[in-house]
């Protein structure tokens, strides 16, 4: 998968783009659903924020963002909030498709 990064008053070094592939790749690697992940890395005055917008299959689209003083804080802060909406949005979907076949089970077919 590519990782788009984007820098906004942020020069994007090969530092920098090796912390988000080494925080983001093992965490989108175990969701097959991820087609796209753009990262934007943002500086104002002595606020560095750093935001991951994830899209998938299935209209499934989440963001995370996350603010603090240094750069690589707030890559790693974002990382495992996008990693905790990741393991949400599985969750959901898999207790969704266990409840559509236990009525199926438990409900006998019409006209018997």
């Known amino acids: 998968m590519d990782i788009k990064i984007t820098g906004r008053n942020v020069e994007i070094n090969d530092s920098i783009k090796d912390r988000v592939e080494s925080r983001l790749l093992p965490v989108i690697g175990d969701y097959p659903r991820v087609e796209s992940c753009h990262v934007i890395c943002t500086n104002e005055k002595y606020r560095f924020?750093?935001?991951?917008?994830?899209?998938?299959?299935?209209?499934?689209?989440?963001?995370?963002?996350?603010?603090?003083n240094d750069l690589y804080a707030s890559i790693d802060a974002a990382a495992d909030r996008i990693d905790k909406q990741l393991r949400k949005s599985r969750d959901k979907m898999i207790a969704r498709g266990q409840e559509r076949q236990r009525l199926a089970d438990a409900e006998p077919p019409a006209g018997i």
């Open 49 to 68: 924020t750093a935001a991951v917008i994830v899209q998938g299959r299935d209209k499934m689209h989440l963001e995370a963002e996350e603010t603090s």
